[in-house]
C-alpha cells in the first residue's frame, strides 16, 4: 500500500491543479480554446517530474528506472481520471452548453457528442502521461557512463601505482 500512496497523492494534486486551471480560464471563457491545453502538458509534467525526484529521495540507493516509471505512470493516469470525471461532469451538468460552444468546427460535418469529446480527453492525458514519464526519467536514471565514488578511487588509486 506504501507503494501506491505517493501517485494518489501527486496524481490528486495534479489533478486538482488541472481543474483549477480549467475552471480559471471559464472564468474568462478561454477553456474553449484548444492552445490553453499546453497548460495541461505543463502541469502534469511538473507533476509526473515532482512525483519522480520525491520517489527517488525515498528510494535512495534503491531507486530503479522500473520503479520510478511505474510511479510516474500511475500519477498520471490517476490525475487524468480524475480530470476526466470532473470534464464529464462539468460537459453534462454544469455547463450543457459548452460541449456546442466547444464544436462549433465539427458540428457541420460531424455528429460528435460527448462520449466521443470524453474518450479524447481521457487519450490525450494518458499519451501525455507516457511520454512525459519517459522524457522525465531521463533526467532521473542512473546512468552506466559515469563511474560511481568508490570506482573513481579505485581506478584513481590503479593510476598511482602505475605511475
Do not use: C, W
Amino acid at each position: 500500500m506504501k507503494n501506491i500512496t505517493l501517485p494518489i497523492r501527486f496524481g490528486l494534486v495534479m489533478s486538482a491543479s488541472l481543474i483549477a486551471f480549467f475552471l480559471f480560464l471559464a472564468l474568462f471563457n478561454l477553456h474553449t480554446n484548444p492552445i490553453f491545453s499546453l497548460g495541461n502538458g505543463l502541469i502534469i509534467g511538473f507533476g509526473i517530474f515532482e512525483t519522480i525526484r520525491y520517489h527517488k529521495l525515498e528510494k535512495g540507493k534503491n531507486f530503479s528506472y522500473s520503479s520510478g516509471f511505474t510511479v510516474g505512470i500511475l500519477s498520471g493516469f490517476i490525475a487524468t481520471i480524475v480530470f476526466t470525471v470532473f470534464f464529464l461532469i462539468y460537459a453534462t451538468e454544469i455547463n450543457p452548453d459548452f460541449l456546442l460552444e466547444l464544436l462549433t468546427v465539427f458540428e457541420r460535418d460531424y455528429q460528435v457528442g460527448i462520449g466521443l469529446v470524453v474518450f479524447v480527453v481521457a487519450i490525450m492525458g494518458f499519451s501525455t502521461t507516457v511520454v512525459l514519464t519517459l522524457t522525465g526519467m531521463q533526467y532521473f536514471k542512473n546512468s552506466g557512463n559515469m563511474p560511481h565514488n568508490n570506482e573513481s578511487t579505485d581506478r584513481e588509486t590503479n593510476l598511482k601505482k602505475v605511475s
